[in-house]
Structure formats: structure tokens, C-alpha cells
């Protein structure tokens, strides 16, 4: 019960977020064009890193959602030289963090990270299975809450 409460609320969080953040896309591309660390900036601004990646693929690299998608699950589908950067008015000088190599390393990164996420989530359940109700409930009452007890 917990998991699945849990799981529409950060469903709901992520919609309703969506609209900011691709309008921030630019803000996000620039910050990240110019050496700002993608899990560092995703934890920073509140999104999914592989959110983020996907913004910024579609930005720098003017990327397609379909394509972009694929490009995250499969790295080497980046393109490769990468397009300048001239669109979000940056210099060659304040780009030249910007590598092929280092948004393959991130995506990468940012892919590890969620697999062993979700590994622990899953182990943490399968350590408490029964706790999910009685943790829903403890909060509930917690929060002067009525309803139903577990």
C-alpha cells in the first residue's frame, strides 16, 4: 500500500514539474555546456537525472524525444562530433567542458546510479514487507490524520 501511495506521488511530483523544468531546458544546457556536474545539477534543481539528461540532449543536440530515449539507453546513439553550442550564446572558450566523451560518462553514471537505487528499494521491501501499512498509519496519525486504522 505504502509503495503504491508512494509511487503516485512521485508520479504526480514529476507532471507536475515537467513544465518548469523544460522551460529552465536552456538555463540547464548552459549550466551544464559550461562544467556543472549532471547529478550534482539534477539534485541541485530537483529533477531525475535521467530527466535532466534527456532535456539536455534534446537542447545542446537538438535531439527528438524518440531519439533521445534511445540515445540513453544505448550511449554510443550520441552524436558524434557535437553540434557548437552557438544557439545559447556561449564561446568555444566557455564550452570546452562540453565532450562527447563526458555526456556518454554521465549518462552512464546517471544509469548506474538509478539501477542501485532501485536495487536497495527493492531489498529494503523484501526486508519489510509487513512495515509499509503500519508506516502509512504511524504517519497519518502523526499528521492528525483520520480514516481508517491499519
Given at each position: ?42 539534485a541541485e534543481v530537483d529533477i531525475p537525472v535521467c ?14 524525444p524518440p531519439s533521445s530515449g534511445k540515445a540513453l ?32 560518462a554521465d549518462i552512464q553514471r546517471a544509469v548506474a ?38
Amino acid at each position: 500500500m505504502l509503495r503504491s501511495i508512494h509511487g503516485q506521488e512521485a508520479a504526480r511530483r514529476v507532471r507536475a514539474l515537467n513544465g518548469p523544468h523544460r522551460r529552465a531546458a536552456r538555463d540547464y544546457a548552459t549550466r551544464y555546456a559550461r562544467g556543472a556536474d549532471a547529478l550534482a545539477l539534477a539534485a541541485e534543481v530537483d529533477i531525475p537525472v535521467c530527466s535532466l539528461l534527456r532535456l539536455l540532449l534534446e537542447t545542446l543536440l537538438g535531439m527528438k524525444p524518440p531519439s533521445s530515449g534511445k540515445a540513453l539507453r544505448d550511449p554510443s546513439r550520441v552524436p558524434s562530433p557535437l553540434p557548437p553550442l552557438t544557439e545559447l550564446g556561449l564561446s568555444p572558450s566557455e564550452t570546452a567542458a562540453f565532450t562527447r566523451e563526458r555526456l556518454v560518462a554521465d549518462i552512464q553514471r546517471a544509469v548506474a546510479w538509478v539501477r542501485t537505487s532501485r536495487r536497495r528499494v527493492g531489498a529494503l521491501e523484501h526486508l519489510t514487507p509487513l512495515a509499509g501499512p503500519h508506516l502509512f498509519a504511524a504517519r497519518r496519525d502523526a499528521e492528525g490524520g483520520g480514516g481508517r486504522r491499519v
